[in-house]
């Protein structure tokens, strides 16, 4: 086979599509192979670079690939679509991979470990079960209510709420026994979600740097265990701000003509991530509004905007900071925050 500079592969369940050029950017491959294929093909092909849509599995192929000596780069699928030339299939998929990742401007998602990618599973898994908790207690406060018992908030009062309807006999044995059913379930849940709390913490404590970002106002465990694992690689972004453009916690520019337009933040980025610091930024945000003490800049901005306005900026200064302690190793202080973010939520 004819010397291959890159190859663009296009990832399903199934099947996988190739498509390689040379050095003279002419194609010489272009192939489909079946996924107990894929490990004989590149094991016993030169080295070379791989491109692949950054998606599921896409790590672990990049994790395999590597292993035999392939330079694997994945790319956003956002990324990719620009250089797909007409229609959608695999094969003009596979050919836009490969046409991308030859950009030089072209930006490449880091490959993550098997470690890494089992850190996000624990915090997905935590993630979901917290939902689930939160509709079964919906059900069941709406449930009492139609019968006559509601409770206040939070999930302390569930147990009780739970206890008076069992207690009281003038409620139907069908709806007791289904009330019974759901507090079995709460139970399990309840159970689930302290152990996964229990995996998480002592994740936490064992990692030093997310120890260190632990220090920033408004970031606690699971933040500190998901910038980490969600940016194993902090050296790609040039800047603290470039970092929270990624995450997502920037204005949309809307400029032209030399006119500066800016709306609200981009929403780019994980998800999970921007939520978790916006959370966190929100606690803050609350503490000072309670206390009435807090950063300088936090309480006059309070005067003048809205809390989750306040919140999304400080949750923009909390990614910069954390860019800043993993690019270093520097621990947290005043010193290394902008002006203003001092104190502990």
Known sequence: MEQISRIGMDTSKHFFQLHGVNAQEKVVLEKKLRRKEMAAFFANLAPTAVGIEACGASHYWARTLRSFGHEVRLIAPQFVKPYVKRGKNDAADAAALCEAMSRPTMRFVPVKTAEQQATLMMVGVRDRLIRNRTQLTNAIRGYGAEFGFTAAKGTAQVDPLLERIQADESVPALARALFAAQAREYAQLQEQIAEIDGMLLARHKADERGRRLAQIPGVGPIGATLLPAKAPAPELFGSGRQFAAWIGLTPRNHSTGGKVKL????????????????????????????SGRGPAWIVDLLKRKPAKLAAVALANKMARIAWKMMMTG????????????????
């Open 263 to 290: 709306g609200g933040i981009t929403r780019a980025g994980d998800e999970a991530l921007r939520s978790v610091l916006v959370v966190g930024a929100t606690a803050v945000i609350l503490h000072v509004r309670r």
């Open 330 to 345: 520097e621990s947290y202080s005043d010193r290394s925050a902008p002006a203003g973010v001092t104190g502990a939520a």
